[in-house]
Structures are given as structure tokens and as C-alpha cells.
T-cell receptor, first 112, second 117 residues
Framework: ETGVTQTPRHLVMGMTNKKSLKCEQHLGHNAMYWYKQSAKKPLELMFV???????ENNSVPSRFSPECPNSSHLFLHLHTLQPEDSALYLC???????????FGPGTRLTVL | AQKVTQAQTEISVVEKEDVTLDCVYE???????LFWYKQPPSGELVFLIRRNSFDEQNEISGRYSWNFQKSTSSFNFTITASQVVDSAVYFCALSEEFQGGSEKLVFGKGMKLTVNP
């Protein structure tokens, strides 16, 4: 595997379900990101992990919970989501500051 | 706060036409980076170029060229002799210092380019 991979590619869940999105980067980068892309808004940054430490983003609801067990893996745990959370969730990674971010293919999430 | 404006939301051209995608940005930083990404229908954002604020030289890569002008806060992207495979959504982005010494990208709303045969 090369680059940034994300699983699953598509996910349909009910509002009471708990699910997790997985991201893995094979680029040796030291920062990882979660973005949300919906039809109504441009790409929005949700979370940043730099050197495996989470940078707080207070604007994201607590029903989204990130986890970064090591520099290559990033998870987004989802629980009690709302239909408006349906979107494309993109993971990205980068090396050092101000370098380009490389994106995964995204997980298309639908909340019923 | 930083802001990126892509005034065009959608453009449709015929193959072999040249097309320019506009990007205007706002920032108070003296050091910053600008980016262009391509998002084909598959969904994955593909990195195209990074430009730092001290390098105003225009860049050409094959059929792609970029015109960075600090005086007008613009970073425009031109595709020469467009092809059907260029059909995608194109995003301009600006780096912004974030919390904890990290940075984030501020994206424009994107511009959907359709190249018809």
C-alpha cells in the first residue's frame, strides 16, 4: 500500500450506532488530519495530530472522537450522529510545517 | 482570519480550450503558503502545487501553469489545451497557523471544471 488509505470507503449508519473510520499513511509523515467535506460547506478541518499529540479543535461536536495510536494510524470514532453529519470524511498527512498534505480517498458517510 | 475566495463555482469548456481558475486570498501573515488541489469524481484530493509567499516566480508543469501575484493577492491556475481528464473540482488553499504550533489549510469553496469532448 502506498500513500494514504481510508476504510471503509462507504458507511451507512443509524443515529444510535457507533462506528469508527480508519486512516493509515505509508509516507512516514508526522502529522495527520481529519477533514469534513459536505455539499453545503467547503473543506473543514476537524482535528490535527502533530507528532501524535492532538491539537484541540473546539468547534467539533463531542460525538466525533479522534484517536491517534501512532504516527501512521488515525481513527475517527462516531457515536449518536445526526443526519447533518452525512458527508465525505477525508484524512490527510504531512511532514513538517507548511508542507503539502496528502489526502486519502475519503469515507462517504450517510447517517439515517 | 485567513480567507480564500474562488469566485467561479463552475466552468464548462470544450477540449483543447485554455481555462484559468481564479484564486484570491486574504492573510495578515508575511510568511504563508498557497496550494492547489484537484478532486476528481473519485473523491481523493490530489496535490498539484505549493508556493511560498517569497517566491513570486510563475511556474509551469506541462499543461499547467500558475501565476502568483502578491500585489493583488492572487494565485491563479491555468490549464492549457484542456482535456477531458482535467474534469474535476479544483481547490485553492492557504496555510494558516493553528493551535499548538501546527498549521491547517484554509480552502476555497472549489471550482468545478467540466471539459467536454
Amino acid at each position: 500500500e502506498t500513500g494514504v488509505t481510508q476504510t471503509p470507503r462507504h458507511l451507512v449508519m443509524g443515529m444510535t450506532n457507533k462506528k469508527s473510520l480508519k486512516c493509515e499513511q505509508h509516507l512516514g509523515h508526522n502529522a495527520m488530519y481529519w477533514y469534513k467535506q459536505s455539499a453545503k460547506k467547503p473543506l473543514e478541518l476537524m482535528f490535527v495530530y502533530s507528532l501524535e499529540e492532538r491539537v484541540e479543535n473546539n468547534s467539533v461536536p463531542s460525538r466525533f472522537s479522534p484517536e491517534c495510536p501512532n504516527s501512521s494510524h488515525l481513527f475517527l470514532h462516531l457515536h449518536t450522529l445526526q443526519p447533518e453529519d452525512s458527508a465525505l470524511y477525508l484524512c490527510a498527512s504531512s511532514q513538517a510545517r507548511y508542507n503539502e498534505q496528502f489526502f486519502g480517498p475519503g469515507t462517504r458517510l450517510t447517517v439515517l | 482570519a485567513q480567507k480564500v475566495t474562488q469566485a467561479q463555482t463552475e466552468i464548462s469548456v470544450v477540449e483543447k480550450e485554455d481555462v484559468t481558475l481564479d484564486c484570491v486570498y486574504e492573510t495578515r501573515d508575511t510568511t504563508y503558503y498557497l496550494f492547489w488541489y484537484k478532486q476528481p469524481p473519485s473523491g481523493e484530493l490530489v496535490f498539484l502545487i505549493r508556493r511560498n509567499s517569497f517566491d513570486e516566480q510563475n511556474e509551469i508543469s506541462g499543461r499547467y501553469s500558475w501565476n502568483f501575484q502578491k500585489s493583488t493577492s492572487s494565485f491563479n491556475f491555468t490549464i492549457t489545451a484542456s482535456q477531458v481528464v482535467d474534469s474535476a473540482v479544483y481547490f485553492c488553499a492557504l496555510s494558516e497557523e493553528f493551535q499548538g504550533g501546527s498549521e491547517k489549510l484554509v480552502f476555497g469553496k472549489g471550482m468545478k471544471l467540466t471539459v467536454n469532448p
